[in-house]
């Protein structure tokens, strides 16, 4: 696919959707959902697990963090969390119960390989996941696989992570593993969950571990190597294990529906254009569209870099060898969805190394009511309606995967959760507005 205008062709999703009044947008739509709609839950192995050095596994970067006092609040980890790995009967019991027709988990990679290198193999972390995926299938439940959920080995970490190079390599020795010992009964992977999320938040604010905190240029670094690595991973699964396994590979990538402040202003258009270029297509324009960054990205980091004096920009280049080698490394579009954020242009002055300013400004979602704030994640389910739009017009109609959505509701809510269900009953009934018939 061509690279995108700025505003993109899918600024008609902005036009169609942007001028509904509030009995529109809010428009309780009864329905039916498509034969073969598919129904799961997800977790990830460090909020779930526990044993965090059971049976020879070694540290990952959260158990090096969570370990440290005053790191979380309440000193809180994920030593033993919910004990997963120990209670595995009972979570296959509530999966069946649920009557759900798949389950998203993710693989502890320093379970499996304590160093991060195959050479370090633990049989018993091997035999775990065994078990997981039988325990699955046993119950016509489909696992879906995801091999990086942002656990990294320590020992890998402690030579530089995903800002060293040499981690596509090492990833790609994982994968090939983890698709040679589980892909005779797992056919659905996702190699990496919200790389955005890793490079921006881990490499750029800190918030997460490693929490290296270099905004403007670590990230862009980082977000290079998940690229070449998830398209790594893809070509050996393509090279080795498709012709025999038949399942699909691809990248579980975050987006926040982004509206513009004001509809009717066409540079608050560009913005909110932008700002999803910036999220969404910093990863989903290489792999579905033609190997490249978005040119809003490129001309954005590329023109501050050269008022910061740089003589090149901060944002790497791909060679042609591997643009064409990162295109199309994808089987489905899979999407992580919570909730809606307002953009809006911003004027600002840059100074000399003030790095930090590549992104939009971003403001909360300050929809009127019945949205509702909860742990300051608003409720704005007709963004994402418009977000399923927008990937159709902006990536060629793909098949479509929520792979994440949810909220958090207040430590002491118990059984009587309304604030959930009103959550997933308004985002289930958006997504049947835009479910093909």
């Known amino acids: 696919m061509p690279p ?38 997800s977790s990830s192995a460090y909020q779930i697990e526990g044993g965090w050095n059971a049976d020879g596994k070694n540290s990952s970067i959260w158990d090096t963090f969570t370990q440290e006092p005053g790191n979380i609040p309440g000193n809180a980890s994920g030593d033993v969390a919910c004990d997963s790995y120990n209670r595995l009967d009972e979570d296959l019991y509530m999966l069946r119960a649920l009557k759900v027709n798949s389950y998203r988990f993710s693989l502890s990679w ?11 193999m633990n049989q018993k972390g091997v035999d775990y996941y065994n078990r997981l995926i039988d325990g699955l299938l046993a119950y016509n439940i489909t696992p879906m696989v995801t091999l990086y959920h942002w656990d990294l080995p320590q020992a890998l970490q402690d030579i530089g ?50 929490n290296v905190k270099n905004p403007g240029i670590a990230p862009y670094r980082v977000a290079h190597n998940l690229i070449k690595a998830h398209a790594r991973a893809y070509h050996t699964y393509d090279d080795k294990y498709r012709t025999s396994q038949g399942g699909l590979v691809s990248i579980a990538l975050n987006a926040d529906w982004m509206e513009p402040k004001d509809v009717t202003v066409p540079r608050e258009v560009v913005a909110a254009d932008r700002a999803l270029q910036f999220q969404l297509g910093w990863f989903a324009h290489p792999i579905f569209k033609n190997g490249d960054y978005p040119e809003a990205m490129k001309w954005q980091v590329g023109n501050k870099s050269e008022i910061q004096g740089l003589s090149e920009s901060r944002l790497p280049s791909f060679t042609e060898e591997e643009k064409s080698f990162i295109r199309g490394t994808a089987d489905i579009f899979c999407v992580n969805h919570y909730t809606t954020k307002i ?64 909220v958090a509701t207040a430590s002491k809510t118990t059984w009587d959760d309304s604030t959930r269900v009103f959550y997933f009953k308004t985002y289930v009934d958006e997504a049947l507005k835009g479910a093909p018939t």
Not at 177 to 194: A, E, I, P, S
Not at 391 to 405: H, L, Q, S, V
Request: neutral net charge; contains cysteine.
């Open 4 to 41: 995108s205008t700025v505003p993109s062709q899918a600024k008609d999703v902005w036009r169609k959707f942007s001028k509904q009044n509030n009995f529109q947008r809010k428009l309780y739509h009864y329905g039916t959902f498509p034969q073969g709609f598919g129904w799961g839950v």
């Open 110 to 120: 320093s379970r499996i390989f304590p160093d991060g290198r195959r050479s370090s």
């Open 343 to 406: 953009a809006r242009h911003a004027t600002m002055r840059l100074t000399p190394h003030s790095y930090d300013l590549d992104k939009d400004l971003i403001e909360a979602e300050e929809s009127d009511s019945p949205t509702t704030a909860i742990s300051n994640q608003r409720a704005v389910a007709w963004g994402l309606r418009r977000l399923l739009n927008w990937i159709k017009e902006e990536y060629g109609d793909p098949e479509i995967y929520i792979t994440e959505n949810g």
């Open 161 to 210: 992570g995903w800002d060293n190079v040499d981690m596509i390599n090492i990833f790609n020795d994982f994968c090939d593993f983890c698709f040679d010992k589980f892909g005779d009964r797992v056919k659905f992977w996702m190699t990496f969950n919200q790389p955005q999320t890793i490079a921006w938040s881990g490499y750029g604010l800190g918030q997460i571990p490693p």
